[in-house]
C-alpha cells in the first residue's frame, strides 16, 4: 500500500475514534460507581453491625421483661420412698407440677448489680390422691450487687460510645480509601491512554518520514543508512503502539474488576483532571482535627481502656469477693388461689458471700504483672502510632504542596518540549538538522507529557490520601460528611 494513503487511512482512523469516542471525569467514574464496589458495600455492612451492636448495648442497659412458663410438667413413675424404721419402699405416682411467671430485670450500672421483679404462680396436682395445692409469689423485688466484684457495667459506659466512633471513622476512612483506589486505577487507564496516543502520533510521524524518506533516498539526498533507520523506527513504533494498547485494555480490566463488574472500555476516553487549588492547609488545625478521628488512633484508645478494665478484672478475680443478695416481697402456697392473692406472708431474703483467697502460688501476681505490661505496651503503641500519624499528614501535605508546584512547572516544559519538537521537525525536513537531534526531541516531549500526566496522578492521589487520613474536604475547606 502507498505510504501516502496509508498515513491518511491512519488519519481518518484516529479523528474516528477522537470524536465517536465517550468521555469521563475522574468525578464521573467515582460517583457513578463508588457505591457498586464490594469494598464500598463490606464497608456499608461493617458499619451498620457496629452501630448495631451499639444500640444492642444501649438496650441491655434498659429494663427486660420476659414471661416464663412449663406447662404440663407431668410424671407418671415409681420412687423409693424412705420409711420411719429406715427401710425403702417404692410407691407410683402420677404428677403434674406447672410453673406460670413473669420477670423484670434492670441492670444498676453504678453498682454492677441487678434489680429484679418477680410474680409466679405455682399448682402442684397429685392424680393418685386426687389432690392439688397452690403456691405463688405476688411480687418478689430485690437485688443482687458484687459488692467487691468487677463492675463491667461501668467500663462498657466508656467503651462502647469510643467503639461506635471508631466504627464511624473507620466507615469514612475506608470510603476514602475506596475513592483513592479508584483514583489509582483511573490514572493508570489515563497514563495507558496517554501512552497510546503519544505512540499513535509517532507512528503517523514515521509515517510521514518513511514516506518522504522514500522519495529522498530516490534523489539521492539521504543515505541508505538513514532511510533503514527510518524504516526501523516506523517498525519500533508499531511494536510500541500494540503494547500500549495492551496496557490500556489491562488496566482498564483492572478498574472495571475492582468496580465490580463495570463494563469501561476503550471506547470511553477519560479525561485529564484539572489541578485543584485546595484552600490554605492549616497544618495545626488539620492535624488536630485527624488525631480526633483517625480510626487506628482511637482503637488504640479503645485498647488502653481494655487495659486498665482488664487490670481491674484481674485485681478483682484474685482477690476477696463479696456478693450482696437481698429480697422483699409476699408468698405463700394454698389449695385456692384466691389466699395467695388476697392474705400473702411477708417474705424477707438476705444474704451477703464472701470468698477470700488463701493460697494461689502467686498466680495472682504474675496475673496483675501481665495485665499491668499489656497496659504498658496499649499506651507506647499509641503514643508511637500518633507520632507516625502526624509524620504521615505532614508528608502527604509536603507531597501535596510539591505536586501542585511541579504540575505548574512541568505544564510548561511540556509547552515549550511540544513547541521544540515541530520546530525540529520542520528542520529535519529542510535538511537542517540530524534525525537523531530530531529523535531527541520526540523523546523529550513525550517524556514530559507523561511526566506532566504522572505528576497529576501523584498530586490527586496524594489529595485523597490526605482526605482519608484526616476526614477533611480541603477544596470545600470543611469536614467530610
Not at 464497608?43 to 457496629?50: E, L, S, V, Y
Not at 497514563?191 to 499513535?200: L, S
Not at 408468698?331 to 388461689?337: C, D, K, L
Not at 504522572?454 to 489529595?463: I, P, Q, T
Request: overall charge neutral; aromatic content about 10%; charged content about 20%.
Amino acid at each position: 500500500m502507498n505510504k501516502s494513503i496509508k498515513l491518511i487511512i491512519i488519519f481518518l482512523s484516529i479523528n474516528s475514534i477522537v470524536f465517536g469516542q465517550n468521555t469521563m471525569t475522574l468525578e464521573e467514574v467515582i460517583n457513578s460507581y463508588f457505591e457498586r464496589t464490594n469494598a464500598a458495600k463490606i464497608n456499608t455492612i461493617d458499619k451498620n453491625i457496629a452501630t448495631s451492636n451499639f444500640l444492642l448495648y444501649k438496650a441491655g442497659m434498659k429494663p427486660q421483661v420476659s414471661l416464663n412458663f412449663q406447662v404440663p410438667n407431668y410424671s407418671k413413675t415409681s420412687v423409693q420412698i424412705v420409711q420411719p424404721n429406715g427401710s425403702i419402699a417404692f410407691q407410683s405416682i402420677s404428677q403434674n407440677n406447672s410453673l406460670v411467671g413473669l420477670q423484670l430485670l434492670q441492670a444498676i450500672p453504678w453498682t454492677g448489680g441487678t434489680f429484679f421483679a418477680q410474680s409466679e404462680l405455682r399448682r402442684f396436682d397429685d392424680f393418685s390422691t386426687d389432690f392439688n395445692s397452690y403456691n405463688g409469689i405476688p411480687i418478689r423485688l430485690g437485688i443482687n450487687i458484687p459488692v467487691l466484684g468487677f463492675n463491667p457495667y461501668k467500663w462498657d459506659k466508656l467503651i462502647q460510645p469510643l467503639e461506635l466512633n471508631a466504627a464511624i471513622s473507620t466507615y469514612k476512612f475506608e470510603t476514602e480509601n475506596i475513592k483513592s483506589n479508584i483514583v489509582q486505577l483511573y490514572f493508570d487507564v489515563l497514563i495507558a491512554q496517554t501512552a497510546k496516543q503519544i505512540a499513535v502520533t509517532n507512528k503517523i510521524s514515521h509515517i510521514r518520514l518513511d514516506t518522504i524518506a522514500v522519495e529522498k533516498f530516490e534523489l539521492g539526498k539521504i543515505s541508505r543508512e538513514e532511510k533503514l533507520q527510518i524504516e526501523t523506527g516506523l517498525e519500533n513504533s508499531e511494536i510500541v503502539l500494540k503494547q500500549y494498547q495492551y496496557d490500556e485494555v489491562t488496566s482498564f480490566n483492572s478498574l472495571n474488576s475492582y468496580l465490580n463488574g463495570a463494563q469501561l472500555d476503550s471506547t470511553i476516553k477519560f479525561v485529564i483532571p484539572a489541578i485543584l487549588i485546595p484552600a490554605k492547609i492549616n497544618e495545626e488545625e488539620i492535624i488536630e482535627l485527624a488525631t480526633r478521628n483517625y480510626p487506628q488512633l482511637l482503637r488504640n484508645k479503645i485498647n488502653i481502656l481494655e487495659a486498665k478494665r482488664n487490670i481491674v478484672q484481674t485485681k478483682t478475680n484474685y482477690g476477696i469477693r463479696a456478693n450482696l443478695y437481698g429480697s422483699f416481697g409476699w408468698a405463700r402456697g394454698s389449695q385456692q388461689i384466691k389466699d395467695i392473692y388476697t392474705q400473702p406472708y411477708v417474705e424477707e431474703q438476705l444474704s451477703l458471700t464472701v470468698a477470700i483467697p488463701i493460697v494461689n502460688w502467686g498466680s495472682a501476681r504474675q496475673a496483675n504483672l501481665i495485665a499491668k505490661d499489656q497496659l504498658e505496651m496499649a499506651k507506647l503503641i499509641d503514643s508511637q502510632g500518633e507520632t507516625d500519624f502526624v509524620n504521615n499528614i505532614k508528608t502527604e501535605i509536603t507531597l501535596l504542596n510539591h505536586s501542585q508546584q511541579r504540575i505548574v512547572s512541568l505544564n510548561e516544559i511540556q509547552q515549550k518540549s511540544e513547541e521544540r519538537y515541530n520546530i525540529s521537525n520542520e528542520r529535519y525536513l529542510l535538511g537542517k538538522i540530524s534525525l537523531t537531534d530530531l529523535n531527541l526531541a520526540q523523546q523529550e516531549k513525550d517524556q514530559m507529557k507523561m511526566a506532566y500526566i504522572m505528576a497529576l496522578r501523584d498530586y490527586w492521589v496524594s489529595l485523597y490520601e490526605l482526605r482519608k487520613l484526616t476526614g477533611y474536604d480541603f477544596i470545600n475547606n470543611s469536614p467530610i460528611k
